[in-house]
């Protein structure tokens, strides 16, 4: 079985959390090494990774196959551009760049070197995401014409990150949960033909958006994409309104939390929601009212890592492309003329 030997970008909470533990467990990579700028953690909790103090450095171990960008949006363009550079595979967290152009660049650049360029969002893989796509899919609601996607917190102070509440490009709500949403949107709709969006800054200090408001415009549906960082009583995640009846659903995937806690995602009931977290639809079926809970389905951010494996050793399809990603950039650029203009932006 080949080995896809993949090093680290960065050993904060993104490398610890939902990067190291999934290559740690997969059989088809191996956790081979990590850049850290200062201090030495990687190896407390894996022995044998190897650790390099730039950037630079690690690319020139031949030994390489893959590196994971998980470092500040801002530097995504460039570490990604170096990696490409030095052959090798890449894997770029959200948001894939800052700019469209930056991601066009990337994607040239990735196909003239001949290597894979993926972008990592895990949200597909929630639990709840997934059951709302199943819903979609399987034509339950008939024909939607509204959908709402909620991504809310309650946190009045600024984030210890200094790059996430400085004024940088890539900082603020939109370039960090933004792309959470307008993903699952685009997987589920596609491109919309125009949109409208508004940022605001709302909490105390705050020099970044920490609120947004996003319009998605298709011929016949309108989808709404809100986050925000003052909501103490959350609202449902998604909710999907069709010809047939509605379907209302709570963000409740457990995964970060239990990864956070250190549970590993080899356990039994790994991505399992509590029954309590179900969502409701509401149907009308051969003229009678059907209402009843829906079974949510397992996440599992892994399969994100069994389809990058199959993609980097088989060819088959990347689980996000990069080209998935451009799309999402363009989403956001778009978002920030029509803030700015104050008007609906045609795509």
Not at 14 to 32: D, E, M, R, T
Not at 232 to 240: D, G, I, M, N, T
Request: proline share 4%; net charge negative.
């Amino acid at each position: 079985m080949k080995v896809i030997n993949t090093a680290l970008c960065s050993f904060g909470m993104s490398g610890k959390v939902f990067h190291a533990p999934f290559i740690h467990l997969h059989q088809g990579f191996n956790l081979y090494a990590v850049w850290e700028r200062s201090t030495k953690s990687a190896s407390a909790v894996y022995p044998h990774i190897k650790s390099f103090d730039s950037l630079e450095e690690m690319l020139l171990d031949d030994l390489i196959d893959m590196v994971v960008v998980n470092t500040p949006n801002y530097t995504h363009f460039e570490f990604a551009k170096k990696a490409l550079l030095a052959n090798k595979h890449v894997l770029v967290e959200k948001a894939f760049t800052v700019t469209a152009s930056e991601a066009e660049e990337l994607i040239k650049l990735a196909k003239e070197r001949s290597r894979q360029l993926c972008v990592y969002q895990n949200r597909r893989y929630d639990s709840d995401f997934k059951t709302v796509k199943k819903i979609v899919e399987d034509g339950q609601l008939g024909k939607i014409v509204e959908a709402e996607f909620h991504f809310d917190r309650y946190n009045l102070n600024l984030s210890p990150k200094q790059h996430k509440e400085t004024i940088n490009p890539g900082s603020g709500l939109l370039h960090d949960l933004g792309p959470h949403l307008i993903d699952q949107a685009l997987v589920l709709f596609g491109m919309p033909q125009s949109l409208f969006g508004y940022l605001r800054v709302q909490r105390p200090l705050s020099l970044v958006n920490d609120y947004f408001d996003i319009l998605l415009f298709y011929p016949s549906l309108t989808v709404r994409l809100k986050a925000s960082l003052i909501v103490k009583e959350q609202p449902a995640a998604y909710c999907l309104h069709g010809t047939h009846g509605s379907f209302v659903k709570a963000m409740a995937d457990i995964q970060e939390e239990e990864l956070k806690n250190g549970s590993l995602p080899s356990a039994e009931f790994w991505g399992i929601e509590p029954l309590a977290a179900q969502g409701i639809i509401n149907i009308m079926q051969e003229g009678e009212q059907i209402r009843s809970s829906v079974p949510t389905l397992q996440g599992n951010y892994g399969d994100f890592y069994d389809s990058l494996y199959e993609a980097l050793i088989e060819g088959t399809a990347l689980p996000v492309s990069a080209e998935e990603g451009l799309m999402v950039m363009r989403i956001i650029e778009a978002v920030l003329a029509s803030h700015n203009r104050k008007e609906v932006i045609v795509l």
